[in-house]
């Protein structure tokens, strides 16, 4: 690895991670998945969203113009399915039952599922678009100098992964604390944002 490579790398780890710090619907959910099932349910959940992101930075990192053209043009269709999904993921968590012991993941099967829906849900978030549209500009000189783009791929997977890691880590430590009863509001709560997450979604495809 060179210096220039080290160089993009970084950068592209410290977009990953600034773009997967902001508390939106996928942060939320990955706090609450940990909180009722485990570290490794909250994790799966994170790692999605990683694994979505590195995919836009290798749009971004290999040129694939005609791509962001097309994503840029489905802003509208993939905000609609987002509000949609996340009007789902509401009623559930709204309706999950609560139990004295943390409900763990089961197997690498729903560890799969968990990934794969946020993985999703953040291919589908306009934000999250708009957001690697910046990075790609703010990036377009290392990229042209750096021996592979893949360095920036991997720089957004490490920081989006890290952030993920580490919120993962600590509510799964602080877990017990919280009785079932507390719990509960924890999931009504986080019901209700979903929901108004999905909303404002939809409400600023109105307003432009």
């Not at 902001?22 to 909180?35: C, N, W």
């Amino acid at each position: 690895m060179d210096a220039t490579s080290l160089t993009v790398f970084f950068k592209a780890a410290l977009i990953g991670l600034l773009i997967a710090a902001p508390v939106g619907p996928i942060g939320l959910l990955t706090m609450q998945r940990t909180l009722e099932r485990g570290l490794a349910a909250g994790l799966a959940t994170g790692m999605g969203a990683a694994v979505a992101d590195a995919l836009y930075g290798a749009i971004g990192a290999f040129g694939v113009s005609w791509l962001i053209h097309a994503l840029i043009e489905a802003k509208t269709p993939l905000a609609l399915g987002g509000g949609a999904i996340l009007l789902v993921l509401a009623w559930r968590t709204w309706r999950a039952p609560v139990t004295d012991a943390v409900a763990p993941a089961r197997d690498a099967r729903n560890l799969l599922g968990l990934a794969a829906g946020t993985f999703l849900l953040t291919l589908a978030n306009p934000a999250t678009i708009v957001s690697f549209i910046a990075v790609f500009g703010s990036l377009g000189g290392s990229l042209q100098t750096a021996p592979s783009p893949l360095w920036m791929v991997a720089g957004v997977l490490a920081g989006s992964a890290a952030w993920w890691l580490l919120l993962t880590a600590l509510i799964a430590h602080q877990r017990s604390r919280f009785t079932p009863a507390w719990r509960g509001h924890i999931n009504r709560g986080s019901a209700g944002l979903l929901a108004g997450f999905a909303l404002w979604q939809w409400a600023s495809l109105v307003a432009r």
